[in-house]
Structures are given as C-alpha cells and as structure tokens.
C-alpha cells in the first residue's frame, strides 16, 4: 500500500483548454489592435481641443476683417469726390456766363469758340468744367463777370491774392502755379449731365482742348 497522492490524469477537456492558452499568448497578432492607453487617449483630446480654439479664433478673426473691409468700401458716394449731376446740355447757352456748382464745387461754361477777347474761350467750343479751388493756396475762385483786367470785362479772379484767369481757367496773372484744375464730364443720350468729380485733372495752357462738344 502506497500513500502517495495520485495526480489525476489530464482529461481531453483539460488539455484542449492548455492548447488555447498557450496559442492567444503565443500569437500578437491575438492582441487587439484598437487597444488605446489612457495617455494617449489624452493626449489626443488636449489637440483636439487646442485645435479647436485656434480654427475658431481664425475664423472670427476672418470674419471681423472681412466686415471691417465691408465697412471701408464706399457705396453710392455722392456730392464732391462722387459723380455730380450737372443739369441738362441745354441748361448751359453757347457763350453764356459760368454756372456755379456748390455740392460738386465746380463752374460750368458752355464755351462759344466766337468769343474770341482775351479772357474768352481761346477757341473751345462745348461744355467745360472747372474746379473752383485756386490752385494757388485753395481759396474758392469766382467768376466775375463784371471784372476788368487790362480792358477786357469777365474773368475768373481769386479773391486772396489776385489770380486771375480766363473762361476756361487759363492763368493769366497772378501768383498761382497753373491754371485752374479740370473735372471730367458725361453727357448721356438724354442731354443729362454728370461731372466726375473724383477726375481732376491739373490745369494747364491746353484746357480748351477740354471742352466736350455739344
Ligand atoms: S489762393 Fe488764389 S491767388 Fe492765392
């Protein structure tokens, strides 16, 4: 008689569940492959997040310029600067007296190439538009029709130091640097009449030339 414990022999059961284990340990590719530490689970939501601050900082951003942009750009400009309407073609008579524009700051002739004295139309014929602002220091020229420089009556005359110029702005006495500046006209089908007043061009000996035929 032997007191020695015998160890049960292994079952068929048992040792199929032996094979299993050894096999998931013995093969990786058993591990899933979505297992994610919590470190980088982390890590992940602190971009997440950082990326999310940033993309909406840009897009306010974007947003604030563009409206600012939005708010600059100039919409129905009007008055000086802007176009100002003039009135029509046949407002203004060939040879007439200068008409005054005060929101467009501008005189209007219709120039008569038959007035020929000294301070006439040197030969323009058609509309001319002549900003008032003495090219001098600025002061507001007027037409004086009743003026008289070396015998001849009509003339625009500034009044802040004696610049004095033809019909169609020419400088002919005076301490000015030129003559007086010119706005670009538009006459449309209608005889309607529009001056650029944004469109100066310096004056000069040629502003008859300027003259838009009517
Ligand atoms: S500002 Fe006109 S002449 Fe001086």
């Not at 008055?79 to 007296?97: L, M, Q, R, S």
């Not at 090219?135 to 020229?141: E, R, W």
Request: aromatic share 8%.
């Amino acid at each position: 008689m032997t007191n020695e414990t015998q160890t049960p022999a292994p079952t068929d059961a048992w040792r199929a569940a032996l094979a299993t284990r050894k096999t998931e340990v013995a093969n990786p590719a058993a591990i899933p492959a979505t297992a994610v530490s919590p470190v980088d689970q982390d890590v992940s939501r602190r971009t997440f997040i950082r990326a999310s601050f940033w993309g909406g900082l840009g897009v306010t951003l974007l947003g604030s310029v563009g409206l600012f942009l939005d708010f600059l750009y100039p919409r129905n400009v009007r008055g000086f600067g802007g176009p100002v309407p003039a009135g029509k073609v046949t407002d203004f008579v060939k040879g007439g007296e200068p008409k005054h524009n005060a929101e467009g700051q501008f005189w209007m002739a219709n120039l008569d190439p038959a007035e020929t004295r000294a301070g006439g139309s040197a030969g323009a014929d058609g509309l001319l538009a002549l900003w008032r602002k003495c090219p001098h220091l600025g002061c507001t020229v007027p037409w004086r029709g009743t003026f008289d420089f070396e015998g001849d009556k009509g003339w625009y005359r500034c009044p802040c130091h004696g610049s004095t110029y033809t019909k169609t702005g020419v400088r002919v006495f005076g301490p000015a640097p030129r003559s007086m500046d010119t706005m670009l006209i538009e006459i449309d089908e209608a005889g309607n009449i529009t001056v650029q007043t944004g469109s100066i061009t310096p004056g000069g000996p040629d502003n008859p030339t300027r003259a838009v035929k009517v």
